[in-house]
């Protein structure tokens, strides 16, 4: 019998055979999911300007250091500073500037006096103001330029996803374009004569297609281009057909669900048979998901073949497939981070393959428990509604016991 090959080794495998996407330059507001190819670097200082942090008074700090509700410190009131105006108004000794947060602090100043701190606060107008409580020294409530970072600096490293935060700080940062990779073009194919559309009313033997939606939706949160979803039957012609036309289309990856395990009627493997296309069939220490299929075909496309139950493809898309995706994107970190909890119930697992079991976490007691009843069966689809997590089990253990601490992937 043929030894199964560990993850590692087919991960490894696979990550060896991904080559990175071009780059190309967008605008920053359109560049949501994608990975910067070269850092970002600020174009100027955050903040650009010495600011308020507080609506009040720009104030000169000797003027106000006794201030207190025994002893009030009156100030006249020379210039009315709202956000976003350009002035710097000289203040003389005894005289204040009214000022909004975001606004620029007069040169002549050195603090803010915050309206709480005075008596009348915003409605006391704009003739005088009575300070009754000091600043604690002077800067109190004055955003330094630079304070953040400085023109020239690394903003973000290259690797990095823009997200929404990522995006707002090189908006800030005074940068328009950012140079990024190109998002990975994939189709997908569901493969099975038993398959029916979401949705319809299939008779006996019929089953609903939900593998093609649901790598849809795992393709897109892991920031790739869906560019063809297809569903065939148990003709190895027809993968054959699709193939070609993923290929002509330019996609960088192909995802087959079903199809590649020993069966009689398996039309992935017999697409590929004789290793056609540098496409390998193996079996990995893994449940669900012992049969994959991966290899490269001439044009550089990747082809991935996953079993055909929907929770081995939520698990093999995960190990395998995801990991790819974001080294095509040259993304710093493929590997989702682990948390370890402890398991909340006790269940069996299978000999010699490590488990990723669908699971439902509870972050404030630390556990994880089974998602489904059912275990970890690869057909058990409805507790993948569940699932928000993969509770990982080494090959070597048989049970899991309540209490026992698992390394666990949070999936959303």
């Known amino acids: 019998m043929t030894a199964l090959r560990t993850v590692e080794a087919q991960l490894g495998r696979v990550l060896a055979a991904v080559r990175p996407l071009p ?44 201030a207190a509700p025994e002893t009030p410190v009156t100030l006249r009131i020379a210039a009315d500073l709202p956000a976003g105006t350009s ?23 050195d603090v803010i006096v915050p309206f709480e701190d005075t008596v009348g606060g915003l409605a006391a107008g704009l003739a005088d103001v009575v300070i009754e409580r000091a600043p604690r020294e002077r800067g109190t409530f004055i955003r330094r330029r630079g304070g953040d970072l400085h023109a020239g600096d690394e903003v973000i490293a290259p690797g990095i996803r823009m997200g929404a935060f990522q995006i707002a700080a090189a908006i800030a940062a005074g940068v328009g374009e950012v140079r990024v990779a190109r998002a990975p073009r994939v189709t997908v194919v569901s493969t099975g004569s038993e398959l029916s559309a979401p949705g319809a009313s299939g008779g006996r033997g019929s089953i609903p297609d939900s593998n093609g939606p649901l790598l849809a939706a795992l393709l897109d949160g ?10 065939v039957g ?4 027809e993968v054959t057909r699709v193939t070609r036309e993923a290929e002509d289309a330019g996609v960088d990856v192909i995802v087959f669900t079903g199809g590649v395990s020993a069966g009689a009627y398996e039309p992935v493997r017999g697409a590929f048979a004789g290793g056609e296309g540098g496409v390998e069939f193996v079996g990995v220490a893994m449940q669900p998901g012992k049969p994959q299929a991966f290899g490269t075909l001439p044009s550089g496309c990747l082809v991935f073949g996953l079993p055909g139950n929907p929770v081995s493809v939520a698990v093999s898309f995960e190990v395998f497939v995801r990991p790819a995706l974001l ?3 040259g993304r710093a970190d493929i590997a989702r981070p682990l948390v370890t909890l ?7 697992t299978p000999p010699s393959r490590r488990q990723y079991l669908p699971a439902v976490v509870d972050l404030r007691t630390g556990t994880v428990r089974p998602a489904t009843a059912g275990g970890s069966g690869s057909h058990l689809a409805g507790g993948l509604a569940h699932a928000e997590a993969f509770a990982i089990v080494p090959a070597e253990v048989s049970e899991v016991a309540v209490g026992d601490r698992l390394d666990v992937i949070l999936v959303r």
């Open 87 to 109: 002035l710097d108004p000289p203040l003389a000794q005894g005289e204040a500037a009214r000022i909004m947060t975001g606004s620029p602090v007069p040169t002549d100043a």
């Open 327 to 329: 080294q095509l994107q």
């Open 222 to 231: 892991a920031d790739a281009e869906l560019v063809g979803l297809h569903r």
């Open 23 to 66: 780059v190309e330059a967008l605008p920053v507001t359109a560049s949501l999911g994608r990975t910067l190819a070269e850092p970002v670097i600020a174009a100027g200082d955050i903040p650009l300007f010495h600011n308020s942090a507080m609506d009040g008074f720009a104030v000169r700090y000797a003027d106000v250091a006794a």
């Open 234 to 237: 148990d003709d190895p012609a």
């Open 342 to 348: 402890e398991a909340a119930e006790s269940w069996r």
